[in-house]
């Protein structure tokens, strides 16, 4: 039953990731991604110290797992998320999701790069089908309303998820799943507001009317996807995790022409190059460890 709950689990949270996307999108059409970001993570601080003390409490945390989900709440969190609201006000749901998505691709150019990982066929061809995808993407860039340089927002979003994941798996071998995704929200949630207040612009923490109740929806169905991975990396490994997680932006497809369609507007070129960016990772994820 266990590889049937991970897979269950990778699938409900990219389910989750999706519609935080457009929970994101809808709010973002009264208001601001960086007041979006602070709710999102109150929520998320709040929802898992929540289920912290429903399953139990804490129980032991290392000083070394702690570390890590504070490190990884830090670039995962802080950089990712934010980039991902600034991403999705800026060139769109669909492409955000599709382009964050190469977070897998990114954590593979790293094991190549620097833990000396030999390339393997499935990493050239689903490399090149990547680059297929984020071309088709960039390619209608203005007829989409957005310039191709705004697409290395959601990249640069890819790449903090990228870093975050190995933090988060290695993590796992010193603190429960639970807590160490409190412990990542937390931390993000704690150095995004001591620097809006030493920045000056308390007013970001403000939020009103309809903006507010999509961007708190944001906020527990993106803090529970995240927990859902969380759980998933604990049983099961990457390379079977991360793919079905990855499926989210398929998940932003369905979803969009409902909930989206007076925000946005799917081309045959966003959805292209989607499901190309979603193979590609596939590839890269799924069939290099065999």
Known sequence: MMPQTMHVLALAGALCSAAATIFIRRGLRGGDPYTGFWINVVVGTASLWTAVIVTGGPGHVSIRGALLFGLAGLIGTVGGRLLRFVSIEKVGASISAALINLNPFVASALAIMLLGERITLPIVVGTSVIV??????????????????????????????????????????????????????TTALVAYTAFLLASGRPEVMVCRGRSLAYFVAAGLTENVGVFMNVVALSLGTVSVVTPLYGTAPIFVLFLAPFFLRDVETLRVRVVAGTILIVLGVYLITALSGR
């Open 132 to 185: 297929a995808g984020t071309t088709l993407l960039s390619v209608g860039g203005k007829r989409l309303g957005f310039r191709p340089g705004q697409l290395a927002l959601p990249v640069l979003s890819a790449v903090c998820f990228g870093v975050v994941a190995v933090l988060r798996k290695l993590g796992l071998s010193d603190t429960g799943a639970v807590v160490g995704s409190a412990i990542n929200v």
